[in-house]
């Protein structure tokens, strides 16, 4: 008997059944929909930690999708492999009649699916793409002339100028729409080559009254001040949509937030080379010290500054770090050790649950003074003075440091004064 033809959607940042631009193309098709997720040997076999919580997240994630999908007469279709050699499998497996991604935008994700369309369009196979994981993407928000925004808060004015309610329409998923019955076939996480975690993840729900005092708390690492939705919005367990719709009535501040990552990922998109070095052409040429034995004590807390190595050990524990202390951590390395903020990005690379490539590099190049919307190079935060205004009763610091005050807690490794100065010499040499 001839094969069933099929409209093939492509789980990627997206996993959710929930207003979801691409699954609600798919069920337009008015064919039996399969959903599909490819665990990508290319980016797995790149992660050094086998206890990387991400793709534990990305397991419990996918496993209730499948019951979801099975209640609803479906199935989720799960591979391993390279992308492309998966597709070219699935299309001697199937009578794919077309498939429907949402876009990604990183560097990696747009040269796979050019490949991955080319030879799809190349048996027939129509590729269906659409705009998901942002409101307004690539090239929608530029200035009157056409050119990309460098600094974020005219291209936070124009982006909200731009906002109209079909910006934000929910798209509706069927759950009873015709779907592609088939048999479980989720992965063990051994079988990836990872251990668990140990990880507690946070909740996916949007806590509302967090983000009704946004603006007042979000500073302040000892209290329940941030959403901690970073993850969601990493991997879709979230719409965004829902997100801006809900927020625009609670906190403009917090909306912002939202806006600054689609600022990132449009400078990315515009100017690709900050994937590999500065945004700022003259800042390439500063003399880092990069000693490796100061990095290392970076990286496990203990620089002899509290309010660094407080954060650095809740990064190292719980794959979060709170956005305060992400800054004063970034600059701490870069300024104040002269170690090359990229060796920091790929340290938060790896650690950080909410990694998204686009944010941790234009973040990274802010607290560096590099970046496009960069704090100057002279602004260098002093771990002491950010401590006492906010975390003034050391909660977060003892909290995490809890030999603060004692004779095993380390001196600090640089002194303040002198490395501020160093830090400047070096910038202003780099920048004649």
């Known amino acids: 008997m001839p094969k069933q033809p099929i409209a093939l959607f492509w789980f990627r940042r997206d996993l959710r059944l929930t207003d979801n631009a691409a699954l609600f193309q798919a069920q337009q098709s008015n064919l039996p929909v399969l959903p599909l997720f490819i665990f990508d040997k290319n980016i797995l076999d790149a992660l050094p930690d086998r206890r990387d919580g991400r793709v534990e997240f990305i397991l419990r994630t996918l496993a209730a999708l499948q019951r979801s999908l099975q209640k609803y007469g479906g199935g989720l279709l799960v591979r391993i492999g390279d992308p492309l050699q998966v597709w070219k499998s699935l299309i001697r497996e199937y009578r794919i009649h077309s498939v429907y991604v949402n876009r990604d935008y990183e560097p990696y994700a747009v040269k796979r699916d050019e490949q991955v369309a080319s030879l799809l369009q190349a048996h027939g196979i129509a590729w269906h793409s659409f705009k998901d994981q942002v409101v307004f993407e690539k090239g929608e928000v530029c200035k009157e002339n056409g050119e990309p925004y460098t600094v974020f808060t005219p291209y936070m004015k124009k982006w909200r100028s731009l906002l109209r309610p079909e910006s934000l329409k929910s798209w509706t998923i069927k759950d009873r729409a015709s779907w592609f019955a088939i048999e479980s076939n989720l992965p063990e996480l ?13 909740a996916a729900d949007l806590p509302e009254e967090i983000v009704l005092h946004y603006d007042q708390t979000r500073n302040f690492p000892a209290l329940a001040g941030t959403t901690r939705l970073g993850l969601h919005l990493r991997f879709g367990t979230v719409s965004l949509r829902e997100l801006v719709r809900r927020g625009m009535l609670l906190n403009e501040t917090w909306v912002n937030e939202l806006i600054w990552r689609e600022f990132f990922m449009q400078i990315m998109h515009h100017f690709p080379h900050v994937v590999d070095g500065p945004f700022k052409a003259a800042y390439a040429g500063i003399r880092w010290q990069n000693d490796e034995t100061l990095f290392a004590k970076w990286c496990e807390g203990r620089t002899g500054y509290p309010l660094v190595d407080a954060g650095m050990r809740e990064l190292n ?50 607290a560096a003074g590099c970046g496009c919307d960069a704090a100057p190079y002279f602004r260098i935060f002093s771990p002491e003075l950010q401590q006492k205004r906010f975390d003034p009763k050391r909660a977060y610091i003892k909290k995490w440091v809890a030999e603060v005050d004692t004779p095993e807690y380390p001196k600090p490794i640089v002194e303040h004064k002198q490395a501020r100065l160093r830090a400047l010499l070096a910038y202003q040499k780099s920048l004649r």
């Open 317 to 366: 524990a719980t794959g979060f770090l709170h956005n305060r202390v992400r800054m004063v951590c970034a600059s701490f390395l870069a300024k104040h050790l002269l170690i090359n903020w990229q060796w920091g990005e790929k340290y938060f690379a790896d650690k950080l649950l909410d990694f998204e490539l686009s944010s941790n590099n234009g973040n990274w190049q802010w």
């Open 190 to 202: 051994k079988q990836l080559g990872f251990q668990p975690s140990n990880l507690t993840f946070p």
